[in-house]
């Protein structure tokens, strides 16, 4: 698909999910916003904290890295991989929002980063980027094999401590955490490495029931206009177990494979719902790894990143920063 900026209102929608971007019968899409990017950083002025960007596996898959001012040249430090947010149709690790959010992240918890760039909708379609997401993870994992077949970082190489791996996201990027967790209980990965913990903050999950305090008129709104967009083909539309984890045909949450699990929400998300029915499934499955669910009262989608300076939002990076190290 080609994106182009149009003028010809005459065209046919096919997705409108504005103020974002159209996406017409022709194939063409009309983005209205332009995420704001920012170059890495060799040390960060308010944070201190290093950042580079790096080609993953392919040109297709890239991440910027986020390493914290260190103790001493060979310190290990927890392994922290990381999907953005952005209803897989925007943002970037690159984007000034994501990028000032992992420079404080990193510096508080004294965590390496991995900022996952996975490729976005509509113009490449799910499931790109879960695969993208997986193969991310499996790149960092690699690092452990001796001679192993990718280009290894020195910074991963060197720093990072993979008996605390972890990995986490927001909004779109926490439906990518429970993917890929779930993915590596079926698909061990490189050199048996294990995922210690995950966090999900504001997840992105969606289904054609009502839950909670939701109307039926609730789940036709911009949550689902998004989905179909993105992946028009999946099986089960928006009760496909990717976007819904509640179905008959999900996969059984007790085979997330992580021993500890945080779930964030905030208290007027139209998500939250969801959320907590997510805690409360996996509590009844019998899993055996820890799980702490936390809803912050009087915020909404993904608070804590769009103003990080809030005392709410302090608190709730001190409770990702306790999990973390």
């Known amino acids: 698909m080609n994106t182009a900026t149009l003028s010809n209102t005459t065209k046919e929608v096919l997705h409108n999910l504005s103020p974002y971007l159209i996406e017409y019968t022709d194939g063409t899409i009309e983005r209205f916003t332009v995420t704001q990017n920012v170059p890495p950083s060799a040390d960060d002025p308010t944070t201190g904290v290093a950042s580079k960007d790096i080609m993953v596996s392919s040109p297709e898959v890239k991440a910027r890295l986020f390493l914290p001012k260190l103790k001493n040249s060979n310190q290990k430090l927890p392994v ?29 918890a004294k965590a390496l980063i991995i900022s996952v760039e996975y490729r976005l909708g509509p113009e490449l379609l799910l499931p790109i980027a879960y695969e993208d997401s997986w193969t991310a993870l499996q790149w960092v994992a690699s690092h452990v094999i001796a001679n192993a077949c990718i280009e290894k970082d020195e910074w991963v190489t060197k720093h990072g401590d993979f008996g ?18 779930l993915r590596a209980g079926v698909e061990p990965l490189p050199g048996d490495v294990k995922i210690l913990g995950s ?22 709104g911009f949550a689902y206009k998004v989905w179909m967009c993105i992946y028009p083909s999946a099986p089960g539309g928006i009760d496909n177990p990717m976007i819904n984890p509640f179905t008959e045909d999900s996969p059984s949450l007790s085979g997330l494979a992580c021993s500890r699990l945080l779930v964030c929400l905030a208290e007027k998300d139209a998500f939250t719902p969801r959320g907590i029915l997510y805690v409360e499934t996996l509590k009844k499955t019998g899993w055996n790894g820890e799980v702490k669910l936390v809803v ?16 709410k939002a302090k608190d709730l990076i001190k409770l990702l920063v306790s999990f973390i190290s």
């Open 199 to 220: 966090f999900l903050s504001c997840p992105y999950f969606w289904g054609s029931k009502p839950v909670g305090s939701q109307s039926k008129e609730d789940l036709k």
């Open 164 to 181: 605390k791996l972890y990995i986490g996201g927001d909004s779109a990027g926490g439906n990518i955490v429970h993917n890929i967790v």
């Open 80 to 108: 922290l991989v990381y999907y953005h947010g952005g209803g897989f149709i925007v943002e970037s690790p690159y984007s000034l929002l994501s990028h000032c959010y992992m420079n404080i992240l990193a510096a508080e």
């Open 296 to 311: 912050v009262d009087g915020e909404d989608h993904c608070f804590h990143i769009f103003d990080p300076n809030t005392e």
